[in-house]
Nanobody
Framework: QVQLVESGGGLVQPGGSLSVSCAASGSIFSIKNMDWYRQAPGKQRELVATITPGGMTNYADSVKGRFTISRDNAKNTVFLQMNSLKPEDTAVYYC?????????????????WGQGTQVTVSS
């Protein structure tokens, strides 16, 4: 059994900073890309940032220069540092990871999602 557990988030004023983290636990052999998505009320879930096992990153245009994704491979954890937050960044933030199970000889990677954490940017 594999779980992604998120922490962080909350309420912050425009221009402020916030960080969220997501730890994967359970029967894990390896993790490929780790991502952060977000979903605002009435909108589709969108990809915010991606990081490869080697640390290469990619960001949505709307967050470039403001958000930083990082990961700790030893702890199976991904982080998202959010600076210069705007009201339009308000959403539920979800982590996502592709995980190969320990002792799974099929070499299949399965997609897992965190439970989501609310980020609200408001004065």
């Amino acid at each position: 059994q594999v779980q992604l557990v998120e922490s962080g988030g909350g309420l912050v004023q425009p221009g402020g900073s916030l960080s969220v983290s997501c730890a994967a636990s359970g029967s894990i052999f390896s993790i490929k890309n780790m991502d952060w998505y977000r979903q605002a009320p009435g909108k589709q879930r969108e990809l915010v940032a991606t990081i490869t096992p080697g640390g290469m990153t990619n960001y949505a245009d709307s967050v470039k220069g403001r958000f930083t994704i990082s990961r700790d491979n030893a702890k199976n954890t991904v982080f998202l540092q959010m600076n210069s937050l705007k009201p339009e960044d308000t959403a539920v933030y979800y982590c996502h990871a592709e995980i190969r199970h320990l002792f799974d000889t099929s070499m299949t990677y399965y997609a897992y999602w965190g439970q989501g954490t609310q980020v609200t940017v408001s004065s």
